[in-house]
């Protein structure tokens, strides 16, 4: 076990779970957020547009491009672990606007996925990509 360690360079089993529990997470994350979100957003749809118009919010069009791209390829970057200060920032502002402006007077029932997605993103703002991430492989931090 100790050789195990000091290949994958952890000091304790309960460093690699905390590592392994991370890494699947943000890949998990991104994932789910790119397919099940930013996929079907790209190309904006009239409709949301539309929506995003109803909200007040400047530039409708431009927006919803926005939000799309902020989905779907900031869920790829932050499962990739490349760029993933940026592309977890542009996941939580995106999910901030989504729990609260779109879905601000519905209820926390119909908030609770954006802020779940928005909380679940908050550790790779903070900390990056780990040690398992296309961020470390290429030297950035």
Known sequence: MKKLLALLGSRSIAVLGAETGLTLLRIFLGLSMALAHGLGKLPPQEGFVGFL????????????????????????????????????????????????????????????????????TLPFLFAGGGRVSADRALGLK
């Open 53 to 120: 118009d109803s909200m007040g919010l400047p530039a409708p069009g431009l927006m919803a491009w926005l939000a799309a791209l902020a989905e779907f390829g900031g869920g790829l970057l932050l499962a990739a672990g490349l760029l993933t200060r940026f592309a977890s920032l542009s996941i939580i502002i995106t999910m901030t606007v989504a729990a609260f402006g779109a879905h601000g007077g519905d209820g926390f029932s119909e908030q609770e996925m954006a802020l779940l997605y928005l909380f679940a």
